[in-house]
């Protein structure tokens, strides 16, 4: 089974609009253009059928304005011939000539609105396509219910732009611990997260190697969670920071005081709507008093990440030429 996701050429909102009265009732109301792309999608179990001989069935999808999302089920092996970049390949082309179709269509028609009227050459989707396989019910499962709850987190994110609101008494991770938060609180709720630890006597090339392990996560949709602390969880931080990737932090400090706020890149983080900020502490607990963070202190924050992840990190340092676990 492969989550397929693309995004229209500049992202523009052009498949669908944000319905509803509150967030419970969200939905993406599709445009002609979107329609065609979800009658696309369906069509491609036929296309398979007729090109393969194989067969593959659509087993979700969740349009939004500026992209979309579509679980297949590739249920016996594809021709080398006709891989999954092909099928997806033929998709897009269909959806780009219905495009067109409906762009000329419009463009006859005096009444209708003119602002989306592309040029011939210009594709529907960007080019290319993320493809991430899924493994095992529990995984479908998240991933159903996360596309599922996508029009209900558009909504809360267009009716509630503040990423700066303070959110006291947050309950997340297996536990319930309350936290105050500050940021995109919907990244608790994202179906993978990975907690990244890293020891901290590790050499420049070991932190490398880290990064890019880390990295390689992020990029396939994962949001990291950590109290960044080593040198290797700061060196990852840096680098998710760059690319403004997914990331909750758990920081030692109380953020509950009536003008504590995350402070340098946490904040512009926060700003960004790719950050979470979470404090486990509230003002008065010594722990958060600390001025400097102790090892059993960085313990408490790397059990705290641990809960809040779906993936637990697993120590690990080099000794000699030997990878061990710790």
């Known amino acids: 089974m492969y989550l397929i996701t693309v995004n229209t050429t500049d992202r523009k909102p052009i498949l669908g609009s944000l319905v509803g009265q509150s967030a419970p009732q969200a939905a993406i109301e599709a445009t002609p253009i979107g329609r065609a792309v979800i009658k696309a999608f369906y069509n491609l179990e036929k296309y398979v059928k007729d090109k393969t ?59 209708s609105p003119k602002a989306d009227i592309r040029p011939r050459n210009t594709p529907l989707f960007e080019s290319g396509f993320n493809d991430r396989p899924l493994s095992g019910q529990d995984q479908l499962k998240r991933w159903i219910a996360y596309l599922r709850d996508n029009p209900r987190r558009r909504w809360i994110k267009h009716h509630f732009p503040d990423r700066l609101r303070k959110v006291h008494q947050f309950r997340a991770g ?37 990064v890019a392990r880390y990295m390689d996560l992020a990029h396939q949709g994962k949001v990291l969670v950590s109290p960044f ?60 008093a600390a001025r400097t963070i102790t090892r059993e202190g960085c313990l408490d924050l790397n059990d705290f990440a641990a809960d809040l992840s779906t993936e637990k990190a697993e120590l690990t340092f080099r000794q000699g030429n030997v990878l061990r676990s710790r």
């Open 53 to 111: 001989g194989c067969e593959i069935q659509v087993v979700q999808y969740q349009l939004m304005p500026e992209h979309f999302h579509g679980i297949l089920y590739i249920k016996e092996p594809l021709p080398s011939s006709f891989p999954l970049g092909q099928i997806i390949r033929a998709w897009k082309g269909e959806c780009t000539r219905a495009y067109w179709r409906l762009s000329d269509t419009s463009s006859s028609d005096s009444t």
């Open 174 to 210: 297996n536990t319930k611990h309350p936290y105050t938060a500050v940021g995109e609180t919907l990244l608790v709720t994202f179906p993978e997260r990975a907690q990244v630890r890293c020891h901290r006597h590790l050499t420049e090339e070991q932190i490398r190697e880290e």
């Open 229 to 288: 602390i080593s040198p290797a969880e700061k060196a990852v931080y840096d680098a998710c920071y760059a690319e403004q990737l997914p990331m909750i932090r758990i920081v030692n400090r109380a953020l509950d005081g009536k003008f504590t706020y995350p402070s340098g890149r946490d904040f512009d983080g926060c700003v960004g709507g790719f950050m979470l900020v979470m404090a486990p502490y509230v003002e008065g607990d010594p722990k958060a």
